[in-house]
């Protein structure tokens, strides 16, 4: 019987979409730096070579700019949800993790909806306190990820399934 107390009826693990995978960045940042050395090589020839340095450096800055997006990607949001517990995890993309745990038959999910863009805020509220998830998701998957969660809770506020 303590299983069924201890059954997750939802999980899930939100994490910042990206457009593109780390090669797919490794290629366009490789295809940029071959042609931005093409466009820099009359320069040199023509005696301005500090333009190479200029034009290595914006190469160098989408260099960077993928490498912080993907550090930044690490970052994860876990949600489990038993008949006795939801547990909302948020672990920082340099692994820092913190924890809030809400009793199933009182937390409700708050929703921020605009009529034009969908979804734009969701948030656990219990007991006066109120904890933002989701942040990173586009509206969509705001609403997806609400819609789940809400059917889940009503299945958690009937109790475990003893049968």
């Known amino acids: 019987m303590a299983q069924a107390y201890d059954q997750a009826l939802y999980t899930a693990r939100l994490r910042p979409h990206r457009s593109l995978s780390r090669a797919q960045a490794k ?30 450096l914006d190469a160098a800055g989408l260099w960077l700019a ?8 690490r970052a994860y949001e876990d949600l489990r949800l038993t008949p006795l517990e939801l547990l909302l995890a948020k672990v920082a993309s340099k692994g820092q993790r913190r924890e809030w745990r809400f009793n199933p038959s009182w937390v409700r999910i708050d929703r921020a909806e605009h009529e034009e863009f969908g979804v734009q805020r969701l948030a656990l509220v219990s007991h006066g306190r109120a904890v933002e998830f989701a942040s990173f998701l586009g509206p969509d998957q705001k609403a997806e990820v609400a819609r789940d969660l809400s059917f889940a809770l009503a299945r958690a506020r009937r109790g475990p399934d003893l049968s």
């Open 27 to 56: 290629l366009l940042v490789s295809l940029m730096s071959l042609a931005l050395a093409a466009l820099t090589l009359p320069f040199f020839l023509m005696g301005a070579w500090p333009i190479v340095g200029f034009l290595g």
């Open 66 to 73: 993928f490498e912080l997006s993907f550090r930044a990607a």
